[in-house]
């Protein structure tokens, strides 16, 4: 199985700072990556997918990038709605692996 | 407009069956991949199984092969989960979700709870 890593498990930030998460694949997953954001109580919901995509009514401060093993999801100036947990999830075989997650803190 | 309805989630003993229900709509069903996600209390996100589009192939994840089982009403557009011999380890709210790309899910349901407890 693959193993998917996410760093750090929790940041504290302010509105407006650039935040960066880390994803890692325990072995090479090409660009199968996508990236959630859940709030308490809420489903998740996707915001990236094949790594870099942004997906549909998502704003454009965030941003995906990588590949192989390697992934990060970036929000350039943090809004107030995006304090919340993170999670990356493979889609390279099954399988299906989700990394541990990171929460977004306030500062 | 996309809508994914879970239903059959509550208390169960250890060793029972459940079979959790999503009720779909706003997208052909018949053609879309599926999955199940599950989340325990406080824990982060946990694929469970996947059904491609048409049916043909399905997965597990390992902590439920041989237990759980998915499948498709077509029929009905609706999504089914077989759970049996269950453990205190599967209680959790359950997701179904619509798959987008690459089994990313774009559409999700606003989960079921499933306590299993004596």
């Known amino acids: 199985d693959i193993q998917m890593t996410q760093s750090p498990s929790s940041v504290s930030a302010s509105v407006g700072d650039r935040v960066t998460i880390t994803c890692r694949a325990s072995?090479?997953?090409?660009?199968?990556l996508a990236w959630y954001q859940q709030k308490p109580g809420q489903a998740p919901k996707l915001l990236i997918y094949?790594?870099?995509s942004l997906h549909s009514g998502v704003p454009s401060r965030f941003t995906g990038s990588g590949s192989g093993t390697d992934f990060t999801l970036t929000i350039s100036s943090l809004q107030p709605e995006d304090f919340a947990t993170y999670y990356c999830q493979q889609g390279d075989s099954f399988p299906l692996t989700f990394g541990g997650g990171t929460k977004v803190e306030i500062k | 407009e996309v809508q994914l309805l879970e239903s059959g989630g509550g208390l169960v003993q250890p060793g029972g069956s459940l079979r959790l229900s999503c009720a779909a709509s706003g997208f052909t069903f018949s053609n879309s991949a599926m999955t199940w996600v599950r989340q325990a209390p406080g824990k982060g996100l946990e694929w469970v199984s996947g059904?491609?589009?048409?049916?043909?192939?399905?997965f597990y994840a390992d902590s439920v092969k041989g237990r759980f089982s998915i499948s498709r009403d077509i029929s009905k557009n609706t999504l089914h989960l077989q759970m049996n011999s269950l453990r205190a380890e599967d209680t959790a709210v359950y997701y179904c979700?619509?798959?987008?790309?690459?089994?990313?899910?774009?559409?999700w349901g606003q989960g079921t709870l499933v306590t299993v407890s004596s």
């Open positions: 059904i491609s589009g048409g049916g043909s192939g399905t």
């Open positions: 072995q090479g997953i090409s660009g199968w």
């Open positions: 094949g790594a870099s």
């Open positions: 979700a619509k798959v987008y790309s690459r089994w990313s899910s774009d559409y």
